[in-house]
């Protein structure tokens, strides 16, 4: 299982970014994807998550982001996007994709936590 994040780059202050993860492999099902960010000398955290619903699923958001950013799903695709709007230079970070997933060993059916790379977002004048 892969977890491919695209998106990023150079946005001025109340510009917009649209982040990709898709999720690749011998996957059956996923529970939840989630962008986590890391900025300069701080810990990695949790910006916004999809849960994996059978009627399509539901979301939730940091204080920080809510209100700006939203987090969907291509039904089609094992893919979130990260929509992010309004930016300000606080966002700047890598931001990461994180996936808890299961995905297919043989007839087993394995339950695994799967990290993106990072793709830079950087907001500024």
């Known amino acids: 299982v892969q977890l491919q994040a695209s998106g990023g780059g150079l946005v001025q202050p109340g510009g917009s970014l649209r982040l990709s993860c898709t999720a690749s492999?011998?996957?059956?099902?996923?529970?939840?994807m989630s962008w986590y960010r890391q900025a300069p000398d701080h810990e990695r955290d949790l910006v916004a998550t999809?849960?994996?619903?059978?009627?399509?699923?539901?979301?939730d958001y940091d204080d920080s982001v809510k209100g700006r950013f939203t987090i969907s799903r291509d039904n089609d695709k094992n893919t979130v996007y990260l929509q992010m709007n309004s930016l300000k230079p606080e966002d700047t970070a890598v931001y990461y994709c994180?996936?808890?997933?299961?995905?297919?060993?043989?007839?087993?059916?394995?339950?695994?936590?799967?990290w993106g790379q990072g793709t830079l977002v950087t907001v500024s004048s």
């Open positions: 999809f849960i994996f619903t059978h009627s399509g699923g539901s979301t």
């Open positions: 492999g011998r996957i059956y099902s996923i529970n939840r």
């Open positions: 994180y996936g808890d997933l299961y995905r297919l060993s043989g007839a087993a059916v394995i339950q695994g936590k799967y």
